[in-house]
């Protein structure tokens, strides 16, 4: 006689996580996380290029949200990067607020930039394509900051990229006042 045993079952492959399962819990830490999607596809910092990598600045009335990919370990000058940036400036944030993402007669803006040798392009939000900055946490004690973020961005060509899902946990460097 044979029998089975569930022992002798293959073994099921561990399913591959989806883009948004890539990114960081939204969590309100301090954690230093940060991620989004780029048109649907995970977005996470990897690598440094000559400063932290990913960088988070707030000093008073300046907002500064940094992440990037190097494609080159060895990069100092910054060719081979793609990076997502978040700006806000000339007004102080607070815990709870929803700032528009714009740029133009705004203070608040969102990039996508990709820097290779013989090609840069810049993709910001303006007038008609916009996001939203989210701030959820916002301690000035700690120097935590934490929210999400989405917008979209388009180039001098006209080709649009779009960030979503975007969530961010960091001890910021600075003083908020």
């Given amino acids: 006689m044979i029998a089975c045993n569930k022992d002798d079952e293959a073994p099921q492959p561990t399913p591959e996580p989806t883009e948004i399962e890539k990114l ?49 370990e060895d990069n100092i000058t910054g060719n081979g990067t793609e990076s997502v940036a978040v700006y806000s400036s000339d007004i102080i944030l607070e815990e709870g607020m929803i700032y528009v993402l714009r740029a133009d007669n705004s203070n608040h803006s969102g990039a996508y930039r990709i820097n290779r040798i013989n090609n840069f ?38 080709k649009k ?16 006042g």
Avoid at 40 to 63: E, I, K, M, T, W
Avoid at 133 to 158: C, M, P, R, Y
């Fill in 24 to 72: 960081p819990p939204a969590t309100q830490t301090g954690a230093n996380k940060v991620g989004c999607l780029l048109n649907g596809r995970a977005f996470l910092p990897v690598g440094q290029s000559g400063g932290s990598n990913p960088y988070c600045g707030y000093y008073h009335d300046a907002f500064s949200l940094v992440f990037r990919i190097t494609k080159n």
């Fill in 161 to 176: 990229v779009e960030i979503r899902e975007g969530r961010f946990d960091m001890v910021f460097e600075g003083w908020a």
């Fill in 121 to 158: 392009q810049s993709f910001e939000t303006n007038t008609e394509y916009t996001g939203e900055l989210h701030i959820t946490k916002l301690d000035k004690e700690k120097n935590i900051i934490s929210g999400t973020f989405w917008f979209d961005a388009v180039n001098e060509q006209g």
